[in-house]
């Protein structure tokens, strides 16, 4: 008599996950009014200050929102008035979240945006941006650490990411 | 060895018994007269095993779906068998959790417990903590991919305590009790396998914390000489709920001596009132488990719940040059002369009375403004 010895199968306890796709805003050929998006991190000031400096003359709209948590709908829907917008900081696991989820609710207002993300976290970023539907988010990378600098360190570091942003935007 | 397996034996394996082979129903024969055997016929008998837990755990750790300790193998039959304690059908989704953005129903839930090694009976407190967690205001996004050593505690009050044999007394923050070690571990493990919530990759704690591996306590209320924290939270003493809460891990207040209410606070607040914390720089919840006997201590100066939670909230503040060193800018409208308060209203002060003899009490600092607890009712019957 043949004897058959079967393991039982054990179930996968990952979560399913849906698929969700949102549309990324295109980047306006020309544009005016810029929001810069503060989240109080240290050293989000300085960044914000050297990326608009780049920027020349136009018009910007500072706007506050707090880090490691989610913007208000105000808040929102004052960034969201500019023709584009950039958030700053996310260097941190909450911070880098709520930047990430907070431009992409003004994608969803319909506001282009640019999210400043260390590079240690912006893997993280990336990520979590797919897991919300917009894989494409655009976020642009300064140099980890940037908390516990001095400001002329972080004016340094701010300094060498404006090209990129200046790419992204098709400024010559 | 394990029996053999009924489901298989009307799926036509051999071995069959007499009564499976003259039911018809349950057995087709697929082929005609010349071929009478059961279909499978590569044995005689099947017999069905558990997998090892070794190898499992072996496995499934390689493959990052643990929080490191060994696991149960969760097999349908395990799985099935908290099923039955669901309030939901097993493919509803009760929640969908951050960052991952994965669902987590009733049946992935209890995948995760057994492997956590609950009881088939924890599963309504499981599915209850999950919704908890997803809520808003709870900010699951944030508590979960923090650099910051936050856990979430599972407080849970009422009649179920009894029921599921939560430690309410001695050691109850642990080691030793299986549902207060096995709530919360299931809970992490939900984290990490439906959320995403694994250690460098979706939570970024810069050091982790004990804490995550579990945290979960219930009240004492036996020995609470004021309301319990679900009765000041507007249900009725009988009912079962669990409040989760985004907290460290606590820390201890060892007061021996002091002998009057005010005396006894002013250590906890000494101890509460910390630089370092979030509270100190975006003011939030502070959970405070008191031991009985402190408890007792002021409750004999004739203190309430209202003025042991007021006193905290009026005296633990401290200088903004020292709380004004965390990641979000101090808000300037909540200083007071120079000072910060850890928490933002006596509401903050989360009360409850827990543990054993003794004259400790432990404090948790909470997430900041950053996480708001909640809480919920418990049914333990089938809807």
Known sequence: MKVKLTEREVLNPLGEVQDNKL??????????????????????????????KSLGNREFLCVKKPAGAPATEEQIKKAASSDVAILALGDCGSCTSWVVLDAIRMEEEGTPTISICSDYFAPFARNLAESHGLKCLRILEIKHPIAGLESDEVEEKALKIVQNLLYLLQIP | ???????KVSDNSCGCSIDDLMNYEAVSYSNTDHDRLCGARDSD???????DPEKISQEFYQRRLTDGLPIIPPTRERVDSFLKYSQHHPDDVIAVLPP????????????????????????????????AISHEKFNLTGVNATTHPVSISIIINGALTRQLG????????????????????AIRLCLINIAGAIPGVGDHATHGSPAKYSFCFAENEEENPWESLHVERGYNPDDSTVT?????APHNVNDHRSQTAEELLDTV??????????????????LIIMGPEHAQTINRDGWSKKDVQRYIHQNSHLPVVLGDRGGRKLDEKMIINGNIPITRSPQDVILVVAGGPGRH???????????????LKINTKPE
């Open chain 1, 23 to 52: 549309d990324l805003n295109p980047l306006p050929y020309d544009f005016d009014k810029v929001s810069l998006v503060d989240n109080t991190k240290p050293g989000a000031n300085i960044i914000l200050k050297v990326l608009s």
């Open chain 2, 1 to 7: 060895m394990a029996k053999k397996d009924k489901k």
């Open chain 2, 45 to 51: 008998m099947e017999f069905f095993i558990d997998p």
């Open chain 2, 100 to 131: 991952k953005m994965g669902q987590a129903t009733p049946e992935k839930i209890a995948i995760n417990a057994v492997m956590a090694g609950c009881l088939p009976s924890f599963q309504p407190v499981l599915e209850q903590s999950i919704k």
């Open chain 2, 166 to 185: 939560l430690n309410t007394g001695v050691g109850c923050l642990g080691p030793g009790n299986i549902a207060n070690a096995t709530i919360g571990r």
């Open chain 2, 244 to 248: 989760v809460m985004a907290a460290e």
């Open chain 2, 269 to 286: 607040i000494h101890t509460a009132t910390t630089a370092g914390c979030n509270n100190s720089h975006v003011p939030g919840e502070l």
């Open chain 2, 361 to 375: 009490t432990m404090i948790s600092h909470g997430f900041g403004s950053g996480s708001e607890s909640i809480t």
